[in-house]
């Protein structure tokens, strides 16, 4: 089963790349606002806080209602449906959610060049030359947010990703990729796909995905720092910061993981940064500051 994911930012979607791979292997295309527009709709939250919760913006009242909680487990549970349902194209940073424990998927980077972008910010939206600037450079301080909450330096890391799409020939009537430069590009990494093609077929970690994400959801209203990993449906949960009272925090992990449909068993631990401590001592050791009389 094709499973692809394409890193782009704002205005910098190689669309005709993503047409030709969509179509070679049959994939539905899951762009961003489409999986936040599905989540909304399939777990009853507003677009809106769903991405400021991307976005790394400010929530009203989050140490409370632990809302972009709720919003990423809700997009982790969503992506893994997709996946389960058939062949996906993922466009966009969202497929960065998928752990790296789900083998398998195909991951792409796409180098945009900055004037396809701005030349699309004028030609989509109506904007000055100025203001396409300023959105996509919001826009990208924004996904670098993203990042900090996955704890990745970067989305554009050439390492986590299987190749980086090059534009070296773009028809600037589009703009876009050329269809050249695009049958090139699907000649030289075929292969490589179906081979993580095959792969995919060969594990489960899709569905283990599926049950540590609608863990995570359940366990979200909580609001504590957990990690949660699944290994054929035996969920373990570890509390990564320390909580007022381990052992009642442990058995409601316990009491709302157990219900979730597919865990055949749960077990927690304490994380290595369980115990240290959250405040950090400035000492000031120099000679202190003497008055002249």
């Not at 919760?53 to 632990?66: E, L």
């Not at 330096?153 to 990703?161: E, G, I, K, M, Y």
């Not at 269809?179 to 990494?189: D, Q, Y």
Request: hydrophobic share 40%; glycine share 4%; charged share 20%.
């Amino acid at each position: 089963m094709p499973l692809i994911a394409i890193t782009c930012g704002l205005y910098a979607s190689p669309y005709r790349f993503i047409d030709a791979l969509s179509a070679l292997y049959q994939c539905t295309v899951y762009e961003d606002p489409v999986l936040v527009k599905q989540t909304g709709q399939a777990y009853d939250l507003k677009t809106d806080l769903i991405f400021k919760s991307i976005q790394g913006r400010h929530i009203p009242f989050d140490n409370f209602t632990h809302d972009r909680k709720k919003c990423l487990a809700a997009l982790k549970v969503q992506i893994s449906e997709n996946i389960l349902s058939g062949p996906c194209l993922f466009s966009g940073v969202l497929s960065h959610l998928i752990p790296a424990s789900v083998s398998g998927i195909y991951r792409i980077m796409s180098a945009t060049p900055m004037q396809v972008r701005n030349q699309r910010a004028m030609d989509l939206d109506q904007l000055s030359s100025q203001a396409a600037a300023a959105a996509i450079t919001r826009s990208d301080l924004r996904e670098q947010r993203f990042a900090a909450q996955l704890n990745l330096d970067s989305l554009w890391d050439p390492a986590l990703h299987d190749m980086v799409l090059e534009w070296k020939e773009i028809d600037n009537t589009t703009p876009d990729m050329t269809r050249e430069a695009v049958n090139k590009t699907l000649g030289k990494i075929r292969s490589d796909i179906e081979s993580s093609m095959e792969n995919a077929n060969k594990n489960m970690h899709a569905v283990d995905f599926n049950i540590s994400s609608r863990v995570d959801a359940a366990l979200s209203g909580l609001g504590h720092h957990l990690i949660i990993e699944s290994d054929s449906g035996h969920v373990l949960v570890t509390l990564d910061k320390k909580v007022m009272n381990l052992a009642r925090t442990q058995k409601e992990i316990m009491d709302l993981a157990w219900v979730v449909p597919g865990v055949k068993s749960v077990k927690t631990k304490i994380g290595p940064n369980f115990y240290k401590g959250g405040i950090v001592r400035n000492l000031n050791l120099t000679a202190p500051f003497k008055r002249k009389i």
